[in-house]
């Protein structure tokens, strides 16, 4: 998936991938209702855009909607947009300011070296 998603594309998706499958569109806006505050026309308008980039399937009858991106590849790809305009690319510079927003525990720094040494050099 290399499409950008705006937050209230993300915050729909979100409900998507947390929900039993397939959603009706009218099941949706009453969770986005419920937990986003928003109408059904904001509701509707950001599932016929999520349909126009290929996110979202819409099944007839009754306006199912199947996400076709899960979350962990929405995550990547919104992984790869940040650190292509924030950080010229640099996985360095891009951890390296997680970094300075605080210290890493003993298990997050084990885990951060083992993935590290499972992708060194690919």
Not at 2 to 27: C, F, G, H, N, V
Not at 74 to 101: N, P, T, W
Request: proline content about 4%.
């Amino acid at each position: 998936m290399e499409t950008t998603l705006y937050d209230s594309e993300l915050r729909l998706m979100e409900l998507l991938w947390d929900a039993p499958q397939p959603l009706t569109a009218k099941e949706i806006s009453l969770l986005a209702a419920g937990q986003i505050g928003w109408s059904r026309n904001t509701t509707y308008t950001v599932l016929t855009k999520l349909v126009g980039k290929g996110v979202l399937r819409r099944e007839e009858p009754g306006f199912r909607c199947v996400p076709l991106a899960t979350r962990e590849e929405v995550q990547r790809a919104e992984a790869r947009s940040l650190l292509q305009r924030l950080f010229g690319g640099s996985k360095r510079a891009l951890v390296s300011a997680l970094l300075e927003d605080g210290p890493l525990s003993d298990a997050e720094a084990a885990a951060l070296r083992e993935m590290i040494d499972r992708n060194a050099g690919e």
